[in-house]
Every structure is written in C-alpha cells, then in structure tokens.
C-alpha cells in the first residue's frame, strides 16, 4: 500500500525533525519546506490531498484557490486559531480546514506566569535589577488570593487557566458564549466591572475582534489587569494605551498584540520597528510584551506534529468511505 503523502509549509526548524521522526510510524511521507504557502510553491502539494500549515503567515484567498487547483482537499492547521486563514472561501473552493488541539497546560501555565508578573510588578524589577538597582520598588504587589479573575472563553485554555487558578485561592468569575466548563459564569459587562483581572482564552472572529474596545475599558474596574494569550485582535490597542498610561488600567501582560505579524518570529535587533502601537507598548513600564511564544513547550510541539498527522489521516479514511 502506497504511503499517504503531506506537505508541510511553514516548518520550523524543530518541527521538521519531529515530523521527520513520527511520519514514518504513521506510513506517511512528508514533503517539508520552510516557505509559508504561495501561489509560487503549490507544486509542492501535487499528488498530496492534505497539507499542513503553521499560524505565523496569512493564507490568502488566491493561495486558497492555487492549492484547490493542485488538488488540496485539505489543511490541518497548526494552531488552535484559524483567524488565519478565510476558511468559508475554503470550503467554497473545496478544501476543509481543521485546527489541531494540543497540551492546554502550555498557554494555561504561561498565562498564569503573565498574571502572577503582572501583579508583581516583574517588568520594572527585573529591569531595575539588570542594571544593578536592587531598591524595593515603589508599587507594593497584589496577592492572588485577594482579586477577582474573569476569564474570558471557557474551551480547554481557559478551563485549565480555572483549574490553575483555585489552588491560589481567588475569586473567578466566567463568560463564555457557550458554557461548558464548571465555573461561576456572568454577562461579559459584569465581569469586566468586577474582576481585578481579566484573561482573554476566546478566538478571534469577526464577533470578538476588539472585544475590549474604548467602551468595554471604560467599564473595567479601576486598576484592573488584562492578559492576553489568545489572539492581538481582540484588544483595541489604540484604546487600552491612553488606560493604561492613565492609571485605569494598572497594567497589561501580552503574549499576542495587533499588529505582530512580521514582527513576531524574526531579528529586530538591528532593523527599525514600524508599529508605533507596539512601541508604545513596550515602553510602559506596566506593559509585558512576549512574542507570541505561550503554545510554544516540548510537549505542545510533539501534540500538534502528531495531531497534524493523525488529522490529515482521518480525512484521508473519511474521503476512502465516503
């Protein structure tokens, strides 16, 4: 029996040897290339009805319709977000689209490390400390046990984010469209107006793309926290600056920002930044910036090589039966 083929764009460096090493197990033969997907590199999906794409580079509509006419059925993408990706263009040019779900822990543990920075002030004491000022800094810290969390989207991030948070004691409050996980759950207006923190774990769509805009900011409790490792776009930078250079917000810890596709993943070191929003950002002393980088832990990466393969072979034994 011929092996089942993939092509993988968009492949790490670190991916592409996980690849490597768990395809054979699965008789698959995988075509690996570095370059996100373009109209110029279709030909390397030819004979292969799956291909595989990471989160990093936008998947237009005209590269949508170049795969189709190679002959992609389908792309499992690496990610949990398809904001990525038009996928009801997809779907009318014949191509399914699904995500591939891996360890939770991996942004859960990273967000409760953005909390518990946030609320200790990390930033400005471990810049003080780098440059040999050991002083108590002026702004005491908050204790966990003492705040209300609203966690924002309730799948399994922010379910495990909730189970993380009741061994620190606090008060959690929910909202969630859908309501599946074991948690208080209120109107998203009462959330933000009581909780001293608020985590985003929703996707991002065309309903929740600056879910916290001027007005939902205006709401929030005075002094209150937003940390966000799901997607930029669903903060409004251009209002949550003036909050948080204010003082009505006491800070802000972002793994995700608008804006970071081209910035995120790649050497700025010696190349100007174009964002003046993201500029702006980082040089808040009550704003963390990391780069997109919570999924990012060995076991995260070894799930989504080997849900990426075993999705692409479930649609491969679909299309035989159906």
């Not at 904001?83 to 891996?102: D, L, P, T």
């Not at 399994?156 to 606090?170: E, H, N």
């Not at 409790?221 to 937003?226: E, L, N, T």
């Amino acid at each position: 029996m011929a092996k089942a083929g993939i092509t993988i764009y968009g492949c790490e460096q670190d991916e592409a040897v996980l690849f490597r090493e768990m395809a054979p197990r699965f008789g698959v033969m995988p075509t690996i290339t570095d370059a996100a997907v373009s109209e110029a590199n279709t030909e390397l999906a030819l004979g292969n009805k799956c291909i595989s794409v990471g989160h990093k580079t936008e998947i237009t509509n005209s590269n949508l319709l170049a795969l189709s006419q190679a002959g992609v059925m389908y792309i499992s993408t690496r990610s949990i977000g398809y904001n990525h990706i038009n996928v009801k263009y997809a779907q009318s040019v014949g191509i399914s689209v699904e995500n591939v779900a891996y360890s939770p822990d991996s942004v859960a543990d990273y967000t409760l490390m953005l909390m518990l920075m946030a609320v200790r002030n990390a930033k400005s004491i471990i810049r003080c400390a780098d440059i040999h000022d050991f002083r108590l800094n002026a702004v005491r810290g908050k204790e966990l046990r003492d705040m209300t969390v609203g966690v924002i989207g309730t799948g399994r991030i922010g379910a495990a984010v909730m189970d993380r948070l009741r061994g620190f004691g606090c008060h959690t409050l929910a909202h969630d469209p859908h309501p599946i996980a074991s948690a208080h759950y209120v109107a998203l207006d009462d959330l933000l107006q009581q909780s001293d923190i608020v985590t985003l774990h929703i996707p991002l769509n065309a309903d929740t793309k600056h879910l916290l805009n001027h007005q939902r900011i205006e709401n929030m409790k005075h002094g209150a926290f937003i940390i966000n490792t799901g997607r930029g776009s669903l903060i409004d930078t251009e209002a949550v600056i003036p909050a948080l250079e204010s003082g009505k917000l006491g800070g802000a810890a972002l793994d995700v920002v608008e804006g970071e596709e081209g910035v995120f993943y790649f050497d700025y070191r010696n190349k100007p930044i174009e964002s003046k929003l993201l500029l702006r950002l980082q040089k808040l002393p009550n704003v963390l910036i990391t780069p997109h980088t919570a999924y990012y832990t060995e076991r995260a990466l070894s799930d989504t090589v080997e849900n990426t393969i075993i999705n692409c072979l479930k649609f491969e034994r679909r299309k035989q039966h159906g």
